[in-house]
């Protein structure tokens, strides 16, 4: 177990139908890291959990709302996918906000999957590289994105992302590995 992390806390923007896997493995190698993670939702509670879109798969407590949280709490953002999780989220003005407000700060965001259809609708990926699940690759590009179909991650500034579940070993650790460019920052 390594610590590069040490000290980050890191927010995780999820709700009911998140992509299991999308947010445990992430989450768990940032733990791994040192870091310490919220999961961030639209309602408290519980949120449901989702295998392949279609399972249920369980449920994760809520941390925080969504709404009552601020930019300046976090130092890095998350944004996992399954299909319902980031629709319901692109639908929400606080989840919107939230995501606009912390990609203007400069901080790392990561989105796997379908997680960055909540970046299109916040305006945010016109100009930059990344890549995603097949079938939202469209968005994206109208949105003003130079999409990537042919890697595991994509890094573009602050934002990290990937294509889905079998790119998950790569995309956790450059997750891992960006965060802690931006909490340790190399000299020069």
């Known amino acids: 177990m390594t610590q590069e992390l040490q000290g980050m806390r890191v927010g995780i923007l999820a709700t009911d139908g998140v992509e299991r896997v999308e947010l445990d493995l992430p989450r768990g190698a940032l733990l791994g890291a040192g870091a310490k993670t919220e999961i961030l939702s639209l309602h408290p509670g519980e949120i449901q959990a989702r295998q392949f879109d279609l399972n249920g798969a369980g449920t994760f407590p809520v941390d925080r709302l969504i709404a009552d949280a601020s930019v300046g709490d976090y130092d890095a953002l998350l944004l996992p996918g399954g299909t319902m999780n980031p629709d319901q989220l692109r639908m929400d003005?606080?989840?919107?906000?939230?995501?606009?407000?912390?990609?203007?700060?400069?901080?790392?965001?990561?989105?796997?999957?379908?997680?960055?259809?909540?970046?299109?609708?916040?305006?945010?990926?016109?100009?930059?590289?990344?890549t995603c699940w097949p079938s939202i690759r469209t968005d994206l590009?109208?949105?003003?994105?130079?999409?990537?179909?042919?890697?595991?991650?994509?890094?573009?500034?602050?934002?990290?992302?990937?294509?889905?579940?079998?790119?998950?070993?790569?995309?956790?650790?450059?997750?891992?590995?960006?965060?802690?460019?931006?909490?340790?920052?190399?000299?020069?």
């Open 141 to 188: 590009r109208n949105a003003g994105a130079e999409v990537v179909t042919d890697q595991e991650v994509v890094v573009d500034g602050q934002l990290t992302t990937s294509r889905g579940p079998a790119d998950l070993p790569a995309f956790c650790a450059a997750v891992v590995e960006q965060f802690a460019r931006s909490h340790h920052p190399v000299p020069g």
């Open 93 to 130: 003005r606080d989840a919107v906000r939230f995501v606009k407000d912390f990609m203007a700060s400069g901080k790392p965001v990561a989105s796997i999957c379908h997680g960055p259809w909540t970046l299109v609708e916040a305006d945010a990926v016109r100009g930059r590289r990344l």
